[in-house]
């Protein structure tokens, strides 16, 4: 039994997802560039 070959996905379903990661990983480099920036700030 082999398993059904899957339909490689539409351009752009790909490059929603891209986007959708890539934003994520800069929001969360963001957020915590920002709560050190907080942290470490002199007061």
Do not use: C, N
């Amino acid at each position: 039994m082999m398993p059904e070959k899957q339909k490689p996905r539409a351009l752009a379903q790909r490059l929603v997802w891209f986007a959708v990661l890539w934003l994520g990983g800069v929001a969360t480099v963001a957020i915590v560039s920002y709560g050190l920036r907080l942290w470490l700030a002199p007061k």
